[in-house]
C-alpha cells in the first residue's frame, strides 16, 4: 500500500515518534560532515523525487531537495507554471505521468483538494509541502527541534499568537496524537475552523487574549499575518496588531520557555526583533530541521521507518 504524507495523522504517534527518533539519530551521525555528502547508508539511492511547486519556496524547496540528496537519491524540481499543469492539464493526469517517473511526489500548492487528488491519482507516495488547510512537514521540524531542546511533549503548553492558519491546523493536530495542550490567540474574524480545533481531541482551546494564552506558557508560536497576494492586507494587519510576540508578553510564558516562527518573518508584525532575534528564540535550528525532519518523512513514505 502507498504511504502518502498528507497529513501527520497519516503516520500516526507512534509513525511521528519514530520518524522524529530517525532524525536526531541521521542528524548526529552527520556532525561536522559537508551539507552535500550522502549519509552512509545511502538509504534511498536510485530513488528520485518529483517536487511541484504552485507557491513560492524557500525552505521546502531546499530542504528536501537535500533532504534527498543525502539520503542517496535525487529530484526533479519544477514551478507549476513552467509545466502543463500550469497550462489546464489536470492534477489527477500529471499525477499519473509523473508517477511513471519519479518515485515519489512532494507537492506545495494553495487548496487542500489539489493534494488529495494528487494522493488519489498517483502510484507512488505523495508528500505535502504545504497547502491552506496544513503545513505538516513543519511541524515534524518544530517537534523535532523541541524533542532537541528537552521539552517532552506529552504536557507541554504551547501558546499559538495571531492568524488561525494552517500552521495553527496541524499544530493543533499534533497536540491530539502527541498528547501536548495548544491555547491559541485569535481575533474574531481569524479564528480556527471548528474542525481545526476538533482534531486536536480536546487538547485544543482558542481565546481571544493573548496574555491568557501565553500565560505559563513552555512554547511560543506564531506566523506571518499577511500571505503572499493576500487581500484586505491593511485591515487584518490592524486587527492582529494586539497578538504580536513582544518581550512583555514573552515574560509571561514560563522562564524557559521557547519561541518559534515557521518563517519568513515580518519582525515588528507578528514578532517583535527583540523576542525572535533573543535568547529564548529557535528559529534557526527549527529552520535546519526542516532538513533532517523531511528526511525521516522521506523514509517514511518509502517504508523504512515504522
Not at 488547510?133 to 513543519?138: T, W
Request: net charge negative; charged share 20%.
Amino acid at each position: 500500500m502507498t504511504r502518502h504524507f498528507l497529513s501527520l495523522s497519516d503516520a500516526g504517534a507512534d509513525g511521528v515518534a519514530a520518524m522524529i527518533a530517525d532524525a536526531i539519530d541521521r542528524k548526529a551521525a552527520r556532525a561536522g560532515w559537508p551539507k552535500g555528502r550522502v549519509d552512509g547508508d545511502a538509504p534511498l539511492a536510485g530513488r528520485v523525487l518529483a517536487m511541484v511547486f504552485e507557491k513560492s519556496s524557500t525552505r521546502t524547496r531546499f530542504s528536501f531537495d537535500m533532504a534527498i540528496r543525502q539520503l542517496g537519491g535525487t529530484s526533479i524540481v519544477s514551478d507549476a507554471g513552467a509545466m502543463q499543469l500550469g497550462r489546464g492539464e489536470t492534477v489527477a493526469d500529471t499525477a499519473r505521468i509523473l508517477s511513471g517517473y519519479c518515485d515519489a511526489i512532494m507537492l506545495r500548492t494553495d487548496a487542500h483538494e489539489k493534494l488529495e487528488e494528487m494522493a488519489a491519482y498517483a502510484s507512488v507516495p505523495v508528500i505535502n509541502g504545504l497547502t491552506d488547510a496544513s503545513h505538516p512537514c513543519q511541524i515534524m521540524a518544530d517537534l523535532l527541534t523541541l524533542i532537541e531542546h528537552d521539552k517532552a511533549l506529552p504536557g507541554l503548553k504551547v501558546a499559538w499568537l495571531g492568524d488561525g492558519n494552517n500552521v495553527l491546523a496541524s499544530i493543533a493536530e499534533a497536540a491530539g496524537l502527541m498528547q501536548f495542550d495548544v491555547v491559541a490567540a485569535c481575533p474574531q474574524g481569524f479564528q480556527p475552523d471548528e474542525e481545526v480545533t476538533a482534531v486536536g481531541g480536546g487538547r485544543v482551546r482558542v481565546v481571544a487574549d493573548p496574555a491568557e494564552a501565553i500565560a505559563g506558557a513552555d512554547v511560543v508560536v506564531t506566523d506571518t499575518w499577511i500571505s503572499m497576494g493576500q487581500e484586505g492586507a491593511a485591515s487584518k494587519l490592524e486587527a492582529l496588531a494586539p497578538y504580536q510576540v513582544t518581550p512583555t508578553l514573552m515574560s509571561a510564558a514560563k522562564p524557559d520557555a521557547v519561541f518559534l516562527h515557521c518563517l519568513p518573518a515580518h519582525r515588528g508584525e507578528e514578532v517583535a526583533a527583540e523576542v525572535i532575534d533573543g535568547p529564548q528564540s529557535l528559529i534557526w535550528p527549527e529552520a535546519e530541521n526542516r532538513l533532517h525532519a523531511q528526511k525521516a518523512v522521506l523514509r517514511w513514505c518509502f517504508g523504512q521507518i515504522g
